[in-house]
Every structure is written in C-alpha cells, then in structure tokens.
C-alpha cells in the first residue's frame, strides 16, 4: 500500500510504503523536478505492515504513520519528526487471530484528540483505540460485524448530518456494507448492512455524488458489477446500491477526485485481473423525463403560484385558440390534476401572477392580445377565481410584467403593445382594480418585457424586446410611476423573450435575450448605472423562444433554460458565475416548446421546468434528477401467497425509521420490511409461524422491556400465540409459543397493563367461543397460562374503562346474539371480577364509552342492530350501571361516533344506519338523556361516518361513506346540533373505508376513501370552506380495503398506505 504526504515540510509531497512481504516501511522523499530520493525503510519487526494511515497523531505538525499489522495481530505507531524520518513509539494489540486490515483516524469521543479505527478481518469486529493528548492510545473498544463477516476496509464521515464522526465498513464475507452511527462519546448504533448480492466489497470511499449534500458511499468489488454506489438519504441510511461494470472482476482500490474540474465527483478504480485502471466520470442526470399534461388547444404561456395555499405550487396556462386561461393544480410529488378553465378576452397570451387586492390570495392576469386589453382574475385562496375584469391597453398586447411602479406599496401593471409600437401602464388602486393605461413609446413590434431596479436608484426600471428592431429598450423609473425615454441596445435577430439576474455576481443586474431567428441568446452584462455592455452570444437549438434562470447544478451561479422550438427540446447553459455560459445540453419536450418557468414543483429543494408545447396542447412538467449518475428504483412484493392478513407499523431495527410487519395468512409466514425513510422499503424479511400456522392478527410492543420492539401474533390455523422478541437489528430471537390452550381458531389482539405492574398482558377473543383470554406475564418475555373469563354467546365489541373509579382498568363486552352487555372490574394483580351483566337491546354491536351525565363517571352506550336502537347505561361510579335508557335511531345502525354537536360542552351521538340511509343525531341533555332523533338523507348503504370540521367554523361536520351509490355523504354542522343537507362527492366503486386528514398541509381536513371495486384511493382536497375538489384517484392493488395515513418518508408529507387482499401486497 502507498500513502503520500508531506513528510519533511519541505512543501513536496513525498510517498510512504507499506512493504509487507520484507517487515518495514519505506519513504521517497519527493525533489523540486517531481523525482523521488531512494527509499529509506523503517523495520516493523516481522509484523507484516498490511495497510499505513498518514495524520498528525501528536499535534506536533509533523505527519505521523500507523500501521496495521497483519501478521502480528497488532497496530503500530510511528511518530514523524518532520525531516522525513521516523521512531517507533508504540504497538497495541488487536487480539489473537484479528489480522487486522486497514485503520483509519477521527476524533470519535469529540475530546479533540484524534482515535483510530481499525478492522480485524480474522474476529469480526471493528476495534476502536481512543487518543491520549501525548499521541498515545488506550481503551480498546470493539463494535462487531457479524460472524463470518471478514471486514476489509473503513471510512469515516458525517453521514447523518449530526456533527459526530460515522463508520462505514465493507464486510467482504457477507457482500455488505456496514454502517455505524456515532454518538459523539465513542461510542455507536448498532450495525445497518446494505447487501451487494453475489459480488464481494473490498475498498470503500464517502462524498457527495449526487450534489445533494448528503454523503453516498462507493465501493469496489469482487465479482462482474464491480462498482456500487450508495447514495444517502442525511440520515445515515442509504438506498440500495447502483451497481457499475468497469469490465473488470477484481477491482481493489478505489480514489476519488473531481477529475475533470466539472464540479461532479468522479471515481479512479485500480483493477488487479486486468492489470488497468479506470476512471468512472460523474455526470449531471438533469431532466430525463418528462410528464405531460393536457392544457386545451395552442397553450401559450406559463405562470406558477400557490393558488390554493397548500404550499403545493400549481401552474396557471394561457391557451391563445380557446380563449381561455386553465388552472392545474399541484400535488406534492410533482405531479398535477387535471385542468380548470376560466375564459378570457381573444387571444390570451401571457400570464403573470400577484397579490392584487392585497387580501394575501393570489390572483393572475393575461393579455388578450386580439382583444387590447388585459384580464384580472382575482383569486379565492382555495384555486378558483373570480370571472375576469378587463382593463384596455395598446393593439396586439403580449408581454406582460407587474411590480410596484410608484412605490405605493401596491402592484401595477406594464404591457407591451405589438400592434402599435408601445407599451402600456396601468397602476394599481390595491383592491384589485386599475387605473387607465398611460402609454410610453418602444421600439418597433415590442414583445416581452421585464421590470426591476438596472441603476441602483430603488426605482422600478423596464427592459423590452423589440422584435423586428433587434433591439432591447430601457426606460428608467423616476419612482413616481413614469419612465424617462428609451435607451436601445443591439441583441440578435427577433428578440423574443427576455430575463434579468445578475451572471457574474458583481450585484448589478443583467439581461438575457432568446433570439428566434439566428438560434442564440444575447446576454448583455449590466454596468450598474442603467447601462449595459455589448451582447454576448451563446449558440443554442433551433427557434429559441422560451427563457428562465436558475441554479440548476447546485453550484451557487446562475444557469440559462431555453426552449427550442424548432427541435423540441429545452436547453440548459451552465453559467461559470463570471457572465459567460457552456453550450447547451438538451432534454427532450412535446411539439413546439413555447413559454417556460421553473420552481421546486415535489420539495425536494431542486429546480423542476414546465414548459408549454402549443403543437400538442400540452405543459411538460421535468423534474429535476440528480441520482449519482443512474436512477435506482426498487419493487417491493409479499412473500409469494401471502393473503395478508394483518398490517402493522414501528421502528424494528432502531434507525428511527417506520418499518412495516405484516401476517401473511396464506404463506404461513410474519414478513418484516425495513423502511429507508423516503417512502421506499427493502425486501421483506421472513418469519416463519409454523406449518399451516396461518397467522391472523398481530401487536407490537416491548414485552420484555430490553427497549426493543417485539412482536405477538394469534395463529388461526394452528390456535396458538407467538412471540418473537426483537433484537433491535431488524433480527428477532426464536419465538416463545403459546400452543395448549387454544381450542378454537383466535380472531383478535390486544395489549395493556392490567395489574400495575408495568408488565404488558395479552388479550385473545375467538371466532366461535364464548369467552376472551388474558396472558399475564410472569417472567420478561415469557406469558403464563391464560385466564378464562366467561362470556355470552359470541362476543363481538369491547371498550376498556374506569368503570369503579379506582384507577384500574374495567372493561365491557358486547354480544351478538343475547340481550346483554357484560361488565367485567378489574383487580390491582390484572385478573378480572366475574361479570355483572345488563339487559340491552338485540344484536348489540358496537360499544362505546364516555361521560354521558357530566358527573365524572363513566357511561357505556350500545347499538343495537335488530332493535334500530341505542342504549345508555349510566354509571354510577362503583363499577354497576343503571338499567338501560333507549333511544330510537335509524334502521339497522351499523356505526357509532359520539361528540359535542351543539356545543353545549354534553356528549350527543351520531349513528350510521345501514338499511335507513341515514345518520342519525341524538343531541345530549347532560344528564344521561338525549332529545328525539333527527334523521340526515345520505347515500345508500351508509356503512361508515367520520368527524371533523371542514369549514374551520370551530363546528363539527360529518363524512359518511356510501357504499352503494359510490359517493361519500358530507354534512356540515351549524353547531346547535343541526346540519346542513348533504352535499355528496363521487368516489370510485363500493367505497368501504372513510379517513378524515390534512393530505396536503393547508390546515384544511381532506378526505380519503378506499374504492373496494374498482381498486382505487380517492382523495378529496377540502378547501376549508366546508366543500371538496373532485376526486383524485389513485391505482391500488387488487380489492383495497383499509387505507393508512401517515409520514412515510420523514418529509413532513402525509403519506398514504391501502392493503391489496386480493394480490397480497
């Protein structure tokens, strides 16, 4: 192995040589012509010197060596003097058998002394010694691999972003990564391994590939893809590896650099079967894709804003032959809904977008071009607009510019008039509405136009491209919303659109021009005085026509976007930061690429294009790549046959990242995913519940209290309860089985601490058995023998409470078939009275519990589904129940909520009925007592219902899903217990599952409803008014039946889950 470093501070890189085959160390001192002195070796005994690490140890500025030695099993210091000579100073050892490979330094306690870490191939282990300040080591520590891992090489960096030192480590008897997290005391999280399929890792480097600023790694390999690179998500977790093939199958070294100064890391490769060495180039991905769009005929021009406050931008779009201007609107990934229109004047062309009214809503206003006048839309914050109002200008208005012309704080408009050689101004009264144009004189057929402040006065300042002058036009603000006269400089032929940011970072503004028709742009560099240097041009596609600027490769200078018209592609000009451009690199677009705009469309902090294509009558929408060279995309699927049973969330391997259990029914199998925490998931882990198991319900928590994640499942074919106890690396030790005491199949799960004795108990109810079972725990980990408690005939709701008052938890059961709830108190040690039971209605189903009466004691309330009934039992707070108060609801009540309707701060009910079609609202008097029904149309088939406030009133509204007429029921609440009519939604076919959320972070509550016929998610975007956009569906898997809200990918988004019983995902 061979090092370099500066020795003998002469300002000479010189090379230092681990030479294992004669036990020593040798040192080329470099000359002034690049030559090398005579190796001058330093004996290491017979320790065979495997790998050297070059660092100051003794912060004396002289560069010290450290040695692994792999033949004896030790680490070996040599202390520099800084004239190129070296002295033993010390040997420690790694432990018999640990042939230790490599060693690399950091300081990983943060007690500003460097440590060093060092692999131990034969034992397993990364070893750790921590540094003293006089440049020696003490105390060992050791962080294992894995058996039979045979760790080769190690690196250190920041890969979580938390300022503490990380280990990354390459296991080449596993073909794995290893990732250790720092806590910055020297000690670390357990090992994250990677896998790299067949092919063996052996050198490993860390930096930031993709220009995101989060570390990736790369590594070199045995085998045909001998090149992985693993880029990292910030948070110390990375996505499964991209692999590359240099030809080569035993690449063994790796460096990396920016090779070719292009700001991209690039990556040099030593292979050893080929004798060659390669050098893999980084490249910007840029906009692979596009996604298209349908806009209506000739789209023209394009804006962006968030016209319904969602913090989702979304694309407003002119389109010239139907006289209209469409609303898209975004959603968080990037992508878009369908089309809203609003008509316009004749002939819209441009659009821009403001705060017209200053009411804090964006509004938007085009140029009818075939009209002479302009449209103002004002907007709702909910992405609608008011129908226009228009405001005359010049003939032919196209280009279209608003700013704050006359410092009054509010937002004028300037237009340029193609027709008659002007350009319009229109000032703003700051209501939305405006005052009669003022027209200023252009060059000839002026056609874009820009605003902003080019002589450092503090007034707004125009620029104006002349079209069949070849000239841009400056007129100067004297602050007071009038301009001085026109100042022309030359551009190419046929300006057409026009930008201003500063190119060279010298704080004065400049000028980008496209030119149609010799194919260029014009850049013209700002004096700072109002006046601008001579052009530059800058070569690009044919027709350009569209303009934007941007940051596109994240290097802090300002980058060009074109359109080309003529060859259907939009171009990128990277700017060196200095005024001057490369030429282009081309992305491809639908026909005749017109307007353009940038913004960061799906947050992921990246410039995304969209770009009007007026020959198919489309926007393309480019989001911006930038994924260390190649995309990575990864499919994740069920063990084959899987019949998922059972769903469940935590964090199993302790990453802080949501990992996902499911019970696989069909395959007899627990399936353990791994969540990367950026929505994506790695393959499914199994567990194994038995032959013929068919596991049915699962829970998840710490059992043993070790502080790791177990999990309890109830086998419906074998009538038996597992437990696997967790060991925190995504592993789970062998299951504890509880196989005796089942006589029927089981059918439901639940945990709590019934005792007091922090201690979690297991509760069990049966498909066809009369009773529930609780396990207590009389050992960590271990369940005794269940205790039976008797029952009526089929069980079917429980609902916990304190029922006695005495701190402990009660609980009540419902049955099916008997006229009776059973209450069941519970004692200090989780065992349970025998049960008191209480005459209710028939078919008693659902249960539910609160404070009824206001005396601070707990009620029960019931449905009874053959009497179209509830019943309320009011507490007395000894645990009995007074006898039953019924009150009628619909027919066949099916579904239960309860809340403060009317606000009278009494509980009141609202039942879904079933067969009635209805809900039913039963508005409570505080005493136990509730006043008659009142009965709300809905859909058919009523089958569940939902609470919130839609219209953030402070009010309670209701949702109810329909299950046969395909719709969804939504019922707003006046909050003096009375509702409006319902105002139904479409939804997919046979909606079964109804979620109240806020999907796209507006504080307005949406709707999520899973369409079992037709495999789909709707979702309903709620504009906080109390009304719904239209559905937006969403392909699932075969029969979707439950859908999951939440924060997959730690993006402060909410993510949505639905499980497939059908297909088993």
Known sequence: ????????????????????????????????????????????????????????????????????????????????????????????????????????????????????????????????????????????????????????????????????????????????????????????????????????????????????????????????????????????????????????????????????????????????????????????????????????????????????????????????????????????????????????????????????????????????????????????????????????????????????????????????????????????????????????????????????????????????????????????????????????????????????????????????????????????????????????????????????????????????????????????????????????????????????????????????????????????????????????EITFTLSAGAHLACVAVSDFNKDNLLDIAVANYGSSNLGIILGYGNGMFGNELILSTGLQSHPYSIIINDFNKDDQVDISVVNHGTKNLNTFLGRGNRMFESQANYSTSFNVAPLALGAGDFNSDERLEIVVAYEDIDNLDIFFMYDVGDFSHRTTYSTSLWPSYVAFGDFNNDTRLDFVVTTEYYNNVAVYLGYANGSFANPTTYLVGRSSSRVVVGDFNNDDRSDIVVLNFSDDTVSVLLGYGNGSFAIQKIFSAGYNPCHLAIGDFNQDSRLDIVVANYDYYSVTILLGYGNGSFASKINYSTGSRSFSVAVGDFNNDTRQDIVVANFNNNSISVLLGYGNGSFTREVKYSTGTAPVWVAVYDINNDSRLDIVVTNRDDNTVSILLGYGNGSFANQTTYSTGNLPLIVAVGDLNNDNRLDIVTNNYRDST
């Open 1 to 632: 192995m061979i090092v370099v470093g500066d020795f003998d501070k002469d300002h000479r890189l010189d090379l230092a040589i681990a030479n294992f085959g004669t036990n020593n160390i040798g040192i080329l001192l470099g000359s002034e012509n690049g030559s090398f002195t005579s190796q001058k070796t330093f004996s290491t005994g017979s320790s065979r010197p495997i790998w050297i690490h070059v660092t100051d140890l003794n912060n004396d500025t002289a560069l010290d060596i450290v040695a692994a030695d792999y033949g004896t099993h030790s680490i070996s210091i040599f202390d520099g003097y800084g004239n190129g000579s070296f002295a033993k100073s010390g040997t420690y050892s790694t432990g018999y058998d640990s042939f230790p490979f490599s060693v690399v330094s950091g300081d990983f306690n943060n007690d500003q002394q460097l440590d060093l870490a060092f692999t131990s191939y034969g034992t397993n282990n990364i070893g750790i010694l921590f540094g003293n300040s006089n440049g020696t080591f003490a105390n060992l520590s050791t962080l294992l691999t894995g058996s039979d891992s045979h760790p080769y090489w190690t690196a250190v960096g920041h890969l979580n972003d938390d300022e503490t030192l990380d280990i990354a480590v390459t296991n080449n008897g596993k073909n794995n990564v290893g990732v250790f997290l720092g806590h910055g005391n020297g000690t670390f999280g357990r090992q994250t391994t990677y896998s790299l399929d067949a092919v063996s890792p052996y050198s490993i480097g860390i930096g930031d590939f993709n220009k995101d600023n989060r570390m990736d790694l790369v590594v070199t390999n045995n085998g045909t893809d001998n090149i992985a690179v693993l880029l990292g998500n910030g948070n110390g977790t990375f996505v499964n590896p991209t692999m590359y093939s240099t030809g080569s199958s035993s690449s063994i070294y790796i460096a990396i650099g920016d090779f070719n100064r292009d700001d991209r890391l690039d990556i040099f490769v030593i292979n050893n079967d080929t004798s060659t060495i390669d050098i893999l180039l980084g490249y910007d991905e840029g906009f692979p894709v596009q996604t298209k769009y349908d806009t209506g005929y000739s789209p023209q021009w394009v804006s962006i804003g968030d016209f319904n406050n969602d913090t989702v931008l979304d694309i407003a779009v002119t389109n010239y032959q139907e006289n209209t201007v469409n609303i898209l609107l975004g959603y968080s990934d990037g992508s878009f809904a369908n089309r809203t229109s609003y008509s316009t004047g004749s002939g819209p062309y441009s659009v821009v977008v403001g705060d017209f009214n200053n009411d804090t809503q964006l509004d938007m206003i085009v140029t009818n071009s075939r009209g002479y006048d302009v449209s103002v839309f004002l907007g709702y914050g909910n992405g609608s607009f008011t129908d226009q109002t228009t405001y005359s200008t010049g003939a032919y208005p196209y280009g279209l510019a608003v700013s704050d012309l006359n410092n009054d704080t509010q937002l004028d408009i300037v237009v340029t008039n193609y027709g008659d050689n002007t350009i319009s101004v229109l000032m703003g009264y700051g209501n939305g509405s405006f005052e009669n144009q003022v027209t200023y004189t252009a060059g000839v057929t002026p056609h874009d136009v820009a605003v902003d402040d080019f002589n450092k006065d503090t007034r707004s300042d125009i620029v104006v491209t002349n079209m069949d002058g070849n000239t841009v036009s400056i007129l100067l603000g004297y602050g007071n919303g009038s301009f001085a006269n026109r100042v022309e400089y030359s551009t190419g032929a046929y300006p057409d659109r026009v930008v201003v940011a500063d190119f060279n970072n010298d704080t004065c503004l400049d000028i980008a021009v496209t030119n149609y028709f010799d194919n260029t742009i014009s850049v013209l560099l700002g004096y700072g005085d109002g006046s601008f240097a001579m052009q530059k041009t800058y070569s690009t596609g044919n027709g350009p026509i569209g303009l934007a600027v941007s940051d596109f490769n994240n290097d802090t200078k300002l980058d060009i976007v074109v359109s080309n018209a003529g060859n259907n592609t939009i171009g990128i000009l990277v700017g060196y930061g200095n005024g001057s451009f490369a030429s282009q690199k081309t992305y491809s677009t639908g026909t005749y690429p017109l307007s353009l705009a940038v913004n960061d469309f799906n947050n992921d902090t990246r410039p995304d294009i969209v770009v009007t294509n007026r020959k198919d009558h489309t926007v393309s929408v480019l989001l911006r790549h930038d994924r260390g060279v190649m995309k990575n």
